[in-house]
């Protein structure tokens, strides 16, 4: 049903086909739903492949994605990222830092000496008050960036929640259970942008990354690459592993809150963007990826999901704020 997509070093994320969840008989949804959930277990990652979003529309996705971050500076500026709380906005390359430390000075004393190579936008979940999305101006080459973004965001809420029905399935649980969980869409849709960089940056400065290792902070992260490469994933040896590129798939991996939602069943693992494969060239040229960050809804308490242990003794973790818990780790990054 499904071969690897990436096998080194101990790991091995499979290649799995999610047609046969989303439309499949009951015998290929569970067969599907063990796949997933034992990719989760196992490497903290899987590809996934047999979409329901499709190869012409992601493409213009990424088309008025890179439309976005030729912007001027200045204009990108105008848009910039503010608080943990709203996280939503224009970063400059250097203003964020993933790193796998927690406490403030440390992470900048890291962002001094490595910055991170990359620039993004956040687009958080449209209307909320407080909290209101940071658009540019539609105007030449952006007419229709909302729209575009928002579709895309919407379709992503739509495929979280059927990769959770899927764990759902896998855990031997009520199918609908992570809904109530899910429905709001307290979620992140990012775009990124890798500008291109001499190759002499990474030999000069060895410790240079495009960004650094780090987990993800909530339940799964979609992650839609480009064909250049440089995802890494760290290995049980150790050793970070490349995460090549497939065509029409997406690369799902595992959150921290979704570990401790698991009581630890399910990995949240290590990776990093390094340079990509080497070419010829002097210039890696730039790389454009969209992360699309799921969490619970952000009013939602999280504790051990049934069936994650067997007595209240066995539980790992005591339960949290979903909302809290991001502005939490948010908070350190930036």
């Not at 709380?85 to 992470?107: F, I, M, Q």
């Not at 809150?257 to 009581?263: F, P």
């Amino acid at each position: 049903m499904e071969s690897a997509a990436v096998k080194s070093e101990g790991l091995v994320i499979p290649l799995i086909d999610f047609s046969r969840f989303i439309d499949g008989n009951p015998k290929q949804r569970k067969e599907t739903a063990d796949a997933i959930l034992h990719g989760f277990q196992t490497a903290g990652f899987i590809y996934l492949k047999g979409l329901p979003i499709t190869s012409d529309y992601r493409k213009f996705v990424f088309e008025t994605s890179a439309k976005y971050f030729r912007l001027p500076t200045e204009t990108k500026m105008s848009h910039c990222w503010t608080t943990p709380e709203a996280n939503r906005g224009y970063s400059a390359p250097g203003r964020e830092k993933t790193t796998t430390l927690t406490d403030k000075d440390d992470v900048k004393k890291l962002r001094d000496s490595a910055p991170d190579l990359k620039e993004s936008i956040e687009i958080g979940r449209e209307g909320e008050p407080d909290h209101p999305n940071h658009w540019p101006e539609e105007e030449g080459e952006l007419v229709g960036f909302k729209e575009t973004m928002l579709g895309f965001h919407a379709k992503c809420k739509e495929l979280h929640m059927e990769v959770m029905r899927a764990i759902a399935v896998g855990l031997g649980i009520d199918e609908t259970w992570f809904d109530s969980y899910t429905d709001v869409g307290d979620n992140t849709l990012r775009l990124l942008h890798y500008p291109e960089v001499k190759k002499d940056v990474f030999t000069i400065n060895p410790g240079q990354v495009r960004a650094g290792a780090h987990s993800d902070y909530g339940s799964i992260t979609l992650l839609f690459q480009d064909s250049r490469g440089g995802l890494q994933v760290k290995s049980p040896t150790g050793v970070f592993v490349d995460a090549t590129p497939i065509e029409d798939t997406c690369v799902v991996n595992a959150g921290d809150l979704l570990a401790r939602w698991s009581n630890d069943n399910i990995k949240s693992t290590i990776h990093r963007v390094v340079e990509p494969p080497s070419g010829d060239s002097d210039v890696y040229p730039a790389r454009y990826s969209i992360a699309y960050f799921c969490n619970p809804n952000f009013k939602s308490y999280i504790e051990a999901i049934p069936g994650t242990y067997a007595a209240e003794k066995d539980r790992k973790y005591e339960g949290i704020n979903s909302g809290q818990y991001l502005v939490q780790r948010l908070t350190a990054t930036y």
